[in-house]
């Protein structure tokens, strides 16, 4: 599903820049709250799709419930939710679960950013990693790929920075777009 990368990393620069707008974040920790929701959302969803066995139907109405094409299109969008609404969780209504907040708790340890808005973060730009995903293919083409996602994957966040693998490769990738070299040499 090389188009859903391709779609989140045109986005992903834009996107960092409004979570550090947004709230109180650093460059590295709204980049990897990116990287993170691309590489682990496509798991969740598999989950998601085996819970409801295994009807793409399912995965289809999250994301056209959950997705934003606007803020795949106009990432500085991220900056205008609206403040009246109750805090997002890190959860994402149960779609990461209690992986979610374990999600917060090591990128915190890593970027030295609260978990509480990094959860925010995850919570603001999954809207447009939902968008990238309805986006990349055809209903067949997206169920055969979620196929191949684990929940595994889940388990443990250190598979974020694993040497090989969809989630490992996709976090840096995506990464790499939302804090580039340049921009860490500042840092």
């Known amino acids: 599903m090389d188009r859903y990368l391709l779609a989140v990393e045109r986005s992903a620069g834009a996107a960092a820049k409004a979570l550090r707008t947004r709230g109180d974040l650093s460059r590295s920790g709204s980049a990897e709250a990116i990287s ?39 990432p500085r969008l991220l900056q205008e939710v609206d403040a009246r609404a109750p805090a997002p969780s890190p959860r994402l209504g149960g779609l990461l679960g ?34 990238a995903l309805a986006k990349a293919g055809t209903r067949e083409e997206l169920a055969a790929w979620l196929d191949e996602r684990s929940d595994a994957e889940l388990a443990e966040p250190q598979v974020l920075v694993a040497e090989a693998g969809f989630p490992a490769e996709s976090f840096r990738r995506i990464r790499t777009r939302g804090f580039p070299w340049w921009s860490r040499m500042l840092s």
């Open 98 to 131: 209690d992986e979610g907040p374990r999600l917060c708790a090591w990128l915190a340890s890593r970027t030295h950013d609260p978990e509480a808005v990094l959860g925010r973060a995850l919570a603001l730009v999954t809207p447009m990693v939902l968008a």
């Open 36 to 74: 993170a929701a691309a590489a682990l959302l496509p798991a969740a969803l598999a989950r998601h799709r085996r819970k409801r066995e295994g009807s793409i139907d399912a995965v289809m109405d999250v994301l056209t419930k959950f997705g934003k094409p606007d803020t795949l299109a106009n």
